[in-house]
């Protein structure tokens, strides 16, 4: 893998705190939650910040990719900040959290979260937002802390792994480590081994970055709407984004390629 070109925080378009650090490697963003003396627990500083970073993404950008500093990927909301919040400022705290978590879920590039050690409550909300997780552990303990999901993961995980399995964890704090989480939960589409997460998601960003950005654009913003929909309004859009996919002029000098043999069909592996 080649070097990553640092960016910091007031070099990206938008100045950014120091909790969170860029790097550019080619059309490719990565951000680093950079709390790991604190699990890289989400402070509202850092959750800001991250809507800042996502709100801001330079057009040379094609893709992006999420991770932890240290060892761990994101512990969940930064308790601290909690513990004598009033009724007003709990709403203030699930509205920034649900509000991010739309603008990653709804970027305008494809976002990888590499997740290693901890992801639990708000960071498996995070996780949730995501396109494409490579695996980690699991863990939704907010029943056991007398707190309830905020940032819209009692929306986003049912649909993705089922409300039993939700509760289940919610209610008894139950863990699922990576392997069970990938087979059983199919929460993470990647399963690698330790320390290998943060090259197999650049690795992912960079193929995704050479599809046709509008193809891409087309598929993170339609698909989740299109499962939301009746089926028959689902069919609908789906022609809409066909119309406006093939219509693109670099489809069409793709498809072009490939009839003239010049690009390669699809292989295994």
């Given at each position: 893998?080649?070097?990553?070109?640092?960016?910091?925080?007031?070099?990206?378009?938008?100045?950014?705190?120091?909790?969170?650090?860029?790097?550019?490697?080619?059309?490719?963003?990565?951000?680093?939650?950079?709390?790991?003396?604190?699990?890289?627990?989400?402070?509202?500083?850092?959750?800001?910040?991250?809507?800042?970073?996502?709100?801001?993404?330079?057009?040379?950008?094609q893709g992006i990719v999420m991770h932890g500093a240290g060892d761990n990927f994101c512990a969940g909301l930064d308790l601290?900040?909690?513990?004598?919040?009033?009724?007003?400022?709990?709403?203030?705290?699930?509205?920034?959290?649900?509000?991010?978590?739309?603008?990653?879920?709804?970027?305008?590039?494809p976002v990888i979260a590499v997740l290693h050690g901890a992801v639990i409550g708000g960071g498996l909300e995070l996780a949730?937002?995501?396109?494409?997780?490579?695996?980690?552990?699991?863990?939704?303990?907010?029943?056991?802390?007398?707190?309830?999901?905020?940032?819209?993961?009692?929306?986003?995980?049912?649909?993705?792994?089922?409300?039993?399995?939700?509760?289940d964890m919610m209610l008894s704090g139950r863990v699922y480590e990576a392997q069970e989480a990938h087979a059983i939960l199919?929460?993470?589409?990647?399963?690698?081994?330790?320390?290998?997460?943060?090259?197999?998601?650049?690795?992912?960003?960079?193929?995704?970055?050479?599809?046709?950005?509008?193809?891409?654009?087309?598929?993170?913003?339609?698909?989740?709407?299109?499962?939301?929909?009746?089926?028959?309004?689902?069919?609908?859009?789906?022609?809409?984004?066909?119309?406006?996919?093939?219509?693109?002029?670099?489809?069409?000098?793709?498809?072009?390629?490939?009839?003239?043999?010049?690009?390669?069909?699809?292989?295994?592996?």
């Amino acid at each position: 893998m080649s070097d990553h070109a640092s960016v910091s925080g007031a070099q990206w378009p938008t100045p950014l705190p120091s909790c969170l650090s860029v790097k550019r490697q080619d059309n490719i963003a990565i951000l680093t939650l950079d709390r790991a003396a604190k699990r890289n627990a989400l402070s509202d500083e850092l959750v800001l910040g991250m809507q800042t970073f996502f709100s801001s993404i330079p057009p040379d950008v094609q893709g992006i990719v999420m991770h932890g500093a240290g060892d761990n990927f994101c512990a969940g909301l930064d308790l601290n900040e909690l513990k004598e919040t009033t009724t007003a400022e709990s709403f203030d705290t699930s509205i920034i959290g649900q509000r991010l978590n739309d603008t990653i879920q709804f970027c305008k590039v494809p976002v990888i979260a590499v997740l290693h050690g901890a992801v639990i409550g708000g960071g498996l909300e995070l996780a949730a937002a995501a396109h494409i997780r490579v695996a980690a552990y699991y863990a939704l303990p907010e029943g056991t802390r007398g707190i309830f999901l905020g940032s819209g993961g009692s929306v986003r995980l049912p649909r993705l792994i089922g409300a039993a399995a939700v509760m289940d964890m919610m209610l008894s704090g139950r863990v699922y480590e990576a392997q069970e989480a990938h087979a059983i939960l199919r929460l993470s589409q990647y399963l690698v081994e330790p320390g290998m997460g943060l090259e197999k998601g650049v690795e992912l960003a960079a193929r995704i970055a050479r599809n046709a950005p509008l193809a891409n654009f087309a598929i993170i913003q339609s698909l989740p709407r299109i499962v939301e929909q009746d089926p028959q309004a689902g069919l609908f859009t789906e022609m809409l984004m066909v119309g406006i996919a093939q219509g693109d002029e670099d489809a069409k000098a793709r498809l072009r390629d490939f009839l003239d043999r010049k690009a390669g069909k699809v292989q295994r592996g």
